[in-house]
């Protein structure tokens, strides 16, 4: 049972444009979300997160949105630029569960010139 | 990042033989987990410690055994490999905290032949 879906496997966007991942839970425990972007031969790095009581937090050209009532999360990227370029995971946790992460199966970003 | 080593960065084994892969952090994080990678699947965990000689099961821990006997070493244990396992394997560490990142190493690619 996947609690964690990210159903976008590949996403491509221009240089500049937006872009925006997506990402649903279907565990209502979970209260803490993260983004993690991942590039070839490299361990994942966390990018941004967003706590269950808020609804957007924002860091710089990263923006995520959570919508609790849906059980959704987007991630968006504004403007994209080709180093963007790598796999994003999406993530959650819930307190007292020792910190683990759930994790989505990722998306792919390519970032054309 | 946060100063986590794996080791090896790659390793190439036969069906049937013991491995052992290493995790060696010097952030002195309490939490430490062991992921796999593999297409299709994102992230899945396979065994975590929340401290010294504590540790548990991740989601798919059968086939592995984990010991953690100092706070800055995590070793995975695969007694028997199989083909099945052939993966990428990420460790990553955590503070106490909600709100903390894990932070991963850059994986050990294995391949069970």
């Known amino acids: 049972d996947q609690q964690v879906k990210q159903n976008s496997p590949s996403l491509s966007v221009q240089e500049g444009r937006i872009s925006i991942l997506n990402c649903d839970y279907t565990?209502?425990?979970?209260?803490?979300f993260l983004w993690y972007k991942k590039y070839p031969a490299e361990g994942p790095t966390f990018l941004i997160s967003i706590s269950s009581i808020k609804d957007k937090n924002e860091d710089g050209r990263f923006t995520v949105f959570l919508n609790k009532s849906a059980k959704h999360l987007s991630l968006h990227i504004v403007p994209s630029q080709p180093g963007d370029s790598a796999v994003y995971f999406c993530?959650?946790?819930?307190?007292?569960?020792?910190?683990?992460?759930?994790f989505g199966k990722g998306t792919l970003l390519t970032v054309n010139p | 990042d946060a100063g986590i080593t794996q080791s090896p960065r790659h390793k190439v084994t036969e069906t049937g033989t013991p491995v052992t892969l290493r995790c060696h952090q010097t952030e002195n994080h309490r939490y430490m987990y062991w992921y796999r990678q593999d297409p299709g699947h994102g992230l899945r965990l396979i065994h975590y410690s929340y401290g010294v000689k504590d540790t548990d099961k991740g989601e798919v821990s059968d086939g592995y055994s984990v010991s953690r006997s100092k706070t800055e070493d995590f070793l995975l244990t695969l007694e028997s490999a199989t083909s099945s396992q052939t993966s990428v394997y990420f460790c990553?560490?955590?503070?106490?905290?909600?709100?903390?990142?894990?932070?991963f190493g850059n994986g050990t690619r294995l391949t069970v032949t």
């Open positions: 565990n209502s425990m979970f209260d803490y």
């Open positions: 990553a560490t955590a503070r106490e905290g909600i709100t903390s990142p894990l932070h």
């Open positions: 993530a959650a946790k819930r307190g007292g569960s020792n910190y683990k992460l759930t």
